[in-house]
């Protein structure tokens, strides 16, 4: 196991390594600029720029330039941002994302499958319905549509929280985002695990616990869960990596200052040194999670093996 | 967990000082729109950067509550007699909020590093009238060759390459701002960050949470800081519109600068003449590639014009919040004459006949439809007007498709000259002049999307630019107005802006005015 | 010996693992009643729009953002706000107007002889129509048109720039149905087979195809979408892969997971000592094992397809208009809260209990495919 961890660590550099590289390059075929807008540039000016910004040397020369720099830790500055380094905006927007993405994601786990447990024990029956029914309206509202109902309603009409803003990270500032995060996961969380804990309950060894008369805790808790577990732990990686990144709508909407905007933003200003930093956190959170899960698949389920 | 502790200390302390009766803080919250792009002066280049950089620096000239010129850090100003000459007296015991003296200096510094091409600013080309500045900007000269002099340390002067007539009026823009030279100079460039920067303005920077606010106190040293009655200003980016209204609602916004135009009747019941929509210098217009066929005949260009029916796209599809136009310069500039194309008065069914008339003599009709393709950068307002267009020409036998990028791809697109038909563009005044936006169809101007030329209207403009006597050069401006855009389409003009506020009615001393400037200097808060 | 006639009962008919399951999912009343409703909306909304009094791009100019209503437009205090617009687009004067046999007879002056063309701007509103000059002065300073009104039906109100909603909903749910379900399955089907074989196959194998997934995951989306759309131009095909090939992804995930665990499973390992190849194993054994959490997890794409599609859309990357799709409309009308509110609960309503009905036909299949539910 120990020996597997540690390849997986190694080989995260290469992938590390493709991951850059193609996304510089497939950065630069699409049209446009950093510095095209409305009021179009000077071309004296936009040239001074350019210039400014390396951005007139030849592409590879370029591409070279921006590997010395990552491997010194140096993500450069912002192209259109330019008062803030993209490590700067990472380190004052990191930590909000995160701290919404953990609760959201811990939330989402918890109560989702304890849901989906639920369900599973009283298949076919009123409870089972009416999680499946909650759950499927769940995840088909968008998150820019629980948002707004979110703030016209607890925030305009009870006046409970605020419409919006970060307050500084205060706690009735976060409940609103966290909730618009947490209910389209909880509901997936809850589906995956009905379905995958109704298949494990009618597994034989399950008949046979039941047999030899094991509490009814014994056997979904220690029994039945484990083999219910894999689906819900494969989907829970890449939806902590993205949850973890931030949420570009939710942020946007009750104007929070994470990174999650910076996916969308970057790529549509063209900010090419944002958009590759994005890129190299997303890596890193997709690489490390994924790590994680293979490991947790050893762990739930012993017959897994990676040799 | 410090966070909330020291918010606490916070909120108790100033709990106990207003039980005691001391000062109560005034917090102005300001929606913004954006971010800035940067706090230096010379590098912005955005309305919402212009806002924030008002209220921290001081230009030459500065203007008031109602956007007309006032002396700003220059008390006062002699101009030579030939006009290319000014000098202007600093006002005494000025101070940058470090307490070192504003001195002729520190604007012969920032002057120069606008132009440096090593900064790059995007408004480097405001400065193009003084001396040598465009061609420091191209490299082909040094940047202490341009145009300025301190002749003393409270002395500045500019030389300039003709009379300028709107000169004062540039110098309320952010470009032309000065910085303390000594701070760029020790803290390179980390002097735009709070802490660091040191302004000469109403109000100096305490906070910058990149997506939060900006934070903005007043200055102490201010000349006039016993008038400044707003202790802080919060500037908060409020890129959703909605929501903007909805923390308008809850009393966390105390004013924003733009409001969703399709919610528009809604928003006026609800908050009454909080609302606050009026004419402002910009122009929304459409550009046609003149150098493709068919787009290079001149009636068919008239005849797409005339049959638009402006009124409607200004009532319905923009909720009034814009205003029909027929020239490209907006009402609205004292001295100046606007140019109409001459169907402006017509009505719209003798319009449309006789768009129909010369379609027909051109082989257009529902039969052999004239294909158009209006290109817009990605925005719900755009779409509904290209829409309503689309709508509007299909009777007159005009196939109008509708094809929207995102923001960086059409305006690259223009900018490369790629192809199109049609395409969307707008542009607001830097300043209060007709120049500004005449300039967008000078042949060879970076902006000119339409690719138009046409020698008597350079000559036209040249000829403005060189004049001595105001009237004259608005004389020959409006002639080109004539020439280029009522005669020749340079640009199909569609709508003026407005300016879209919504301000609380605890605000005091907002006055609106067609720049839609307000500095936050002269309000107060009940 | 005598021939005793040897009675043999007949011969159980085999039943396949997918005949098996076709019956049990037809038994379940709630998955049949599903799969006729998704039947029926999708009828609906490629033939509905034929049926509609309305074309889906048609703007009605009066008619911006009315609410829906069973009775005909226009309602009676519309009408005197439609002569006015009407006249005073004319810029002419509004004497007044009357309501008389049925017509409404509407009486203009002008400084200026008035020329009888005016009538086609009363024609233009959408409230009226067939209008006639009833009488005219002698020096043409006066007019009076007789005009009738003309009846509209909205019954789901109409949008921001004055076109039928019904029309419009119908027609954006073509675009949604047909991306939400080709979309999705093109991604089970790619992401089944890939994280199938990577689960099945082990070794390296297994981490170079999960890397690959990893480099995939990282890459910025839109780049890659509008680098599509720079290459191919801007058709429907186009969002199908854009969409199709960021949710394979997360299919292939999961289903390698359960490849992971299946493969150790005894009856595999019966087969590959029967000498199946790997290709049949991974057909007939892993793949129909693992396709509980499958089609779960497809019921759950469907949403996330429509609405990573509005969201293309909305960046200009999708369907452009005067083309729409559920997911773009509920976007709209999100913003319109709490003031139009019609424009968000029509398209939510068709979206919701479309999807409603995909779960629960999932929910079916799970539980028809599941070998052990008896």
Request: overall charge neutral.
């Amino acid at each position: 196991m120990l020996r597997y961890v540690l390849r997986r660590f190694l080989t995260a550099i290469p992938t590390l390594f493709v991951i850059v590289t193609i996304a510089f390059f497939l950065m630069r075929v699409a049209p446009g600029g950093p510095f095209n807008q409305e009021k179009g540039l000077n071309p004296v000016i936009k040239a001074n720029l350019e210039r400014i910004f390396h951005l007139d040397e030849p592409l590879w020369r370029q591409y070279v330039h921006y590997l010395q720099n990552l491997l010194r830790g140096d993500f450069g500055p912002s192209y259109n941002l330019p008062d803030f380094t993209v490590a700067e905006l990472f380190k004052s927007g990191l930590p909000v994302s995160l701290q919404l993405g953990a609760m959201a994601l811990t939330l989402a786990l918890v109560i989702g499958s304890a849901l989906g447990i639920w369900a599973a024990l009283r298949q076919n029956r009123l409870t089972d319905y009416a999680v499946v029914a909650v759950a499927t309206v769940g995840s088909t509202i968008p998150t820019f549509v629980i948002a707004p109902l979110f703030q016209l309603f607890f925030a305009l009409t009870l006046h409970w929280f605020p419409v919006g803003g970060w307050g500084g990270g205060a706690f009735i500032n976060k409940v609103g985002p966290v909730l618009t995060l947490t209910l389209p996961q909880l509901a997936i969380v809850a589906r995956l695990m009905r379905g995958s804990m109704i298949e494990s309950l009618h597994a034989h060894h399950i008949r046979t616990a039941r047999a030899l008369g094991l509490s009814d805790y014994s056997v979904v808790i220690r029994h039945a869960l484990r083999g219910a577990l894999l689906p819900i732990v494969s989907y829970a990686g890449p939806a902590a990596a993205a949850l973890l990144t931030g949420s570009v709508i939710v942020e946007t909407i009750f104007s929070i200052p994470g990174v999650g905007r910076y996916f969308v933003e970057a790529a549509l200003n063209r900010d090419y040194t944002l958009v590759m930093g994005t890129v190299v956190l997303i890596a890193i959170f997709t690489v490390l999670f994924n790590l994680i899960v293979d490991i947790l698949y050893a762990v739930i389920d012993p017959r897994v093996r990676y040799d | 967990m410090n966070m909330n502790f020291k918010s606490w200390l916070v909120g108790t302390t100033m709990l106990v000082m207003g039980t005691t009766g001391a000062f109560a803080e005034v917090v102005f919250n300001r929606g913004n729109s954006a971010d800035p792009e940067s706090l230096d002066p010379h590098k912005t280049s955005t309305i919402y950067e212009a806002d924030i950089l008002r209220d921290l620096f001081l230009g030459l000239t500065t203007e008031d509550a109602k956007s007309e010129i006032i002396p700003g850090a220059a008390e006062s100003w002699t101009v030579s007699p030939d006009g290319k000459v000014y000098t202007f007296k600093l006002r005494a015991g000025a101070l940058w909020s470090d307490g070192s003296p504003v001195t002729a200096h520190d604007f012969v510094f920032a002057w120069q590093r606008v132009v440096d091409p090593a900064t790059a600013g995007e408004y480097a080309y405001m400065l193009a009238p003084v001396v040598n500045a465009e061609d420091i900007t191209a490299g082909k000269k040094k940047p202490d060759e341009m145009g300025v002099k301190a002749v003393d340390d409270s002395t500045f002067e500019v030389t300039l390459n003709a009379p300028t007539p709107y000169f004062l009026e540039m110098l309320t823009h952010q470009a032309t701002y000065p910085v303390s030279r000594a701070n760029v100079e020790a803290k390179g460039a980390d002097f735009t960050k709070p802490g660091n920067l040191v302004s000469n303005g109403p109000y100096t920077l305490a906070e910058f949470i990149p997506n939060d606010h900006i934070k903005v106190v007043k200055n102490p040293k201010f000349y006039d800081a016993a008038n400044v009655k707003i202790d802080t200003v919060n500037f908060i980016p409020t890129e959703d519109r909605s929501t903007a209204m909805k923390r308008f609602e809850a009393g966390e916004l105390d004013s924003n600068n733009d409001l969703p135009t399709e919610q528009l009747t809604d928003l006026k019941a609800k908050f009454g003449d909080q609302i606050k929509i009026g004419p402002y210098l910009g122009t929304y217009y459409y550009a046609f590639k003149i150098t493709k066929a068919p787009w290079d005949n001149l009636k068919l260009r008239h005849a797409i014009s005339e049959a638009i029916d402006r009124d409607y796209l200004a009532e319905k599809v923009w909720q009034n919040s814009m205003i029909p136009a027929y020239s490209f310069v907006p009402p609205g500039i004292t001295g100046y004459e606007t140019r109409t194309t001459d169907y402006a008065e017509m009505s719209q069914i003798d319009r449309e006949d006789a768009a129909r008339k010369v379609l027909a003599e051109l082989g257009y009709g529902p039969d052999n439809p004239l294909k158009m393709e209006i290109r817009s950068n990605t925005s719900e307002n755009h779409k509904n007007t290209a829409i309503a267009i689309q709508e509007q020409l299909k009777p007159l036998g005009v196939e109008v498709t509708y094809l929207n990028t995102d923001t960086k791809t059409h305006y690259g697109h223009l900018e490369q000259h790629g192809d199109f038909d049609v395409a969307r563009a707008g542009w607001i005044a830097d300043y209060k002049d007709p120049e500004n936006f005449l300039a967008l169809c000078k042949s060879g101007t970076g902006n000119n999307y339409s690719e138009y030329t046409d020698k008597g209207y350079d000559d036209l403009l040249a000829k403005a630019a060189a004049s001595a006597d105001p009237a004259e050069r608005m004389k020959s401006l409006s002639e080109a107005e004539a020439v280029g855009v009522a005669r020749d389409l340079c640009v199909l003009p569609l709508l003026y802006y407005s300016y879209k506020n919504i301000v609380s009615s605890k605000l005091k001393g907002w006055e609106d005015n067609v720049m839609d400037r307000h500095p936050s200097r002269f309000l107060s808060k009940e | 010996m005598t021939d005793v006639p040897v009675i043999t009962a007949p011969a159980e008919k085999g039943r396949s693992l997918w005949a098996d399951a076709w019956g049990r999912l037809k038994a379940n009343r709630a998955a049949l009643w599903s799969a006729y409703y998704l039947v029926f909306m999708a009828l609906l909304c490629v033939f509905g729009p034929w049926f509609t009094p309305h074309q889906f791009t048609t703007i009605y100019q009066d008619y911006n953002r009315v609410p829906p209503s069973l009775s005909a437009y226009p309602r009676p205090d519309m009408i005197d706000l439609a002569v006015k617009d009407a006249v005073q687009r004319a810029r002419v004067q509004l004497a007044g107007w009357e309501e008389k046999d049925g017509k409404i007879f509407i009486t203009i002056t002008s400084a200026k002889p008035i020329d009888e063309r005016m009538t086609r701007y009363i024609d233009r509103s959408s409230v009226f129509e067939e209008t006639q000059v009833a009488e005219k002065s002698s020096d043409g300073l006066k007019l009076v048109m007789s005009t009738s009104v003309e009846r509209q039906y909205f019954f789901f109100g109409t949008d921001n720039s004055g076109r039928d909603m019904l029309t419009r909903t119908l027609m954006a749910g073509r675009v949604s149905l047909a991306i939400g379900l080709l979309a999705g399955l093109v991604a089970v089907v790619i992401g089944v087979l890939y994280g199938a074989s990577a689960g099945f196959i082990g070794g390296k194998t297994d981490e170079i195809m999960m890397r690959i997934v990893d480099v995939l995951y990282a890459l910025p989306f839109i780049f890659f979408v509008i680098m599509l759309v720079v290459f191919f131009g801007r058709n429907f095909v186009l969002m199908f892969l854009a969409v199709g090939a960021v949710l394979w992804l997360d299919m292939a995930r999961i289903v390698r997971g359960q490849a992971l665990s299946i493969k150790r499973q005894e009856y595999v390992q019966a087969a590959e000592a029967l000498g199946v190849n790997r290709w049949g194993i991974l057909l007939r054994h892993i793949v129909p094992n693992l396709l509980g959490p499958v089609v779960i997890y497809m019921t759950l794409l469907v949403p996330q397809v429509i609405i990573l599609e509005s969201f293309l859309s909305y960046l200009g990357l999708g369907v452009q208009e005067p083309m729409s799709s559920w997911g773009v409309m509920i976007s709209q009308g999100a913003k319109n809260m709490p003031f139009a509110n019609w424009l968000i609960i029509i398209p939510s309503f068709f979206l919701t209990t479309t999807l409603f009905a995909l779960n629960f036909i999932g929910d079916g299949l799970r539980d028809a495919l599941d070998p052990k539910d008896r």
